[in-house]
């Protein structure tokens, strides 16, 4: 099994489990036993090391300059140093962000929420770097349009690391430069400290 698929198959375990102590305990409904608890759980591998090197760095953002996606550049550096989700990216306007006080606002995240990031330097002089269209986006792209091209991009550096990885590099450079865990979570986006300690 791979990691996702022994993850999943524990996760309906465990939720097999709560609906059955549920049943027991609150609606008053026998069972002898639990069978769900007497399921040995699947071992769960060690996440691969999925962060982005910086000779990989390097390759990326190189080559992503012969890219018809003409922000792809700027996307990776950007994501590279604040640890946002594509998505968050993809949404991300003008009007959300005040480059001056390097903060911006990212709104309907995945968790529902909205929440309020800091901006490097870096990430500032990208998207300072960038045309903006009549929507206000910075990086006006569809999901699928994206794949594509990140995927070429693959081809083209050999460098095998999903988009996603960015998050994880950003995290791992974050803890380098002593960020606090809590800081790090408020960052990303994080609601649940372990998932984040355990991939990342």
């Known amino acids: 099994k791979t990691t996702s698929e022994a993850a999943t198959i524990n996760k309906y375990l465990t939720l097999i489990s709560v609906a059955v102590r549920t049943a027991t305990n609150e609606w008053g409904i026998y069972l002898p036993t639990n069978p769900a608890d007497k399921i040995?759980?699947?071992?769960?591998?060690e996440p691969t090391d999925i962060r982005i090197l910086p000779e990989e760095e390097a390759k990326l953002l190189e080559h992503a300059t012969?890219?018809?996606?003409?922000?792809?550049?700027a996307i990776i550096i950007v994501a590279l140093e604040v640890g946002a989700r594509r998505g968050e990216l993809f949404k991300l306007k003008t009007t959300d962000c005040d480059l001056v006080r390097g903060t911006a606002h990212l709104k309907d995240?995945?968790?529902?929420?909205?929440?309020?990031?800091?901006?490097?330097?870096?990430?500032?002089e990208a998207l300072k770097s960038l045309p903006i269209g009549i929507d206000k986006r910075f990086f006006p792209t569809q999901s699928e349009s994206f794949k594509f091209y990140w995927k070429q991009l693959k081809r083209w550096t050999g460098v095998n690391k999903t988009f996603h990885s960015t998050r994880a590099t950003f995290v791992t450079r974050a803890a380098e430069n002593n960020w606090q865990v809590l800081d790090i979570a408020a960052q990303t986006g994080h609601k649940d400290i372990k998932v984040l300690a355990k991939h990342y």
């Open 66 to 73: 012969r890219s018809k996606k003409h922000r792809l550049k």
């Open 40 to 45: 040995k759980r699947l071992k769960e591998p």
């Open 109 to 124: 995240t995945k968790n529902n929420t909205d929440r309020k990031i800091g901006l490097s330097p870096r990430a500032i």
